[in-house]
């Protein structure tokens, strides 16, 4: 399954390379909210909170009502989460709160589950060198993406994988890493990050694992 992403920042939607060079910005919302509409889920992330520089939540909230989304980006709360949910998102996506002190913290991904349902939970594991980077991809855990889906799994239905070392450069996704991973969970997996081409997302659906898109959408490579 293919899913468009929808990165927004300073009230405009953007596409950057690797978390920190923005290549992209868009502001006509309602023309990609009408070329998305027919998908059953769009992925939907605020950088902004993500980097705890703002927030776009009227947005957030606006794009939620419109569109079938999982929403992400600074998410650090069970609160904010029972927010975001209410707002209208399907599914909240927790990233940089799973880790604490340099390890998993198990008693919040319980806590989340137990509060939320873990069906409602999509947990992050964006890598860096094979490693797990939080706060915006600015700070390197010692944690794999293999060690927290193992150990993480019985809290959520969904991990969602992105390879920040290709992400946003349209040179592929490595295909034998989400191979891997895929081997690691039974739960829904979604790999990001440089994806490119039809025939990629084509290789993905094949082993089961679904794709979040969006340089490639933007940039034509991909039509929706």
Known sequence: ML???IDLMGGKIVQLVQGTQKALEFDDFQNWVNRFSKYPLVQLIDLDAAMGTGSNADLVQELARQLPCQVGGGIRSISTAESTLK???RRVIFGSSLIRDGAMD???ARDAATRL????LV???DCRNGKVAIKGW???TCITATDLMRQLEPFCSAFLYTHIDTEGLL???PIDVIRQLRRVTSRQLIAAGGIRSRAEIDALQAMGVDAVVGMAIYQGLISV
């Not at 349902?117 to 409602?120: F, I, V």
Request: charged content about 20%; cysteine-free; proline content about 9%.
């Open 87 to 89: 707002l209208g998102a």
């Open 117 to 120: 349902g873990p069906e409602k």
């Open 138 to 140: 600015r700070e390197t």
């Open 123 to 125: 947990f992050a594991a």
């Open 3 to 5: 899913i468009p992403s």
């Open 106 to 108: 198990f008693a919040f």
């Open 171 to 173: 040179q592929g996704i």
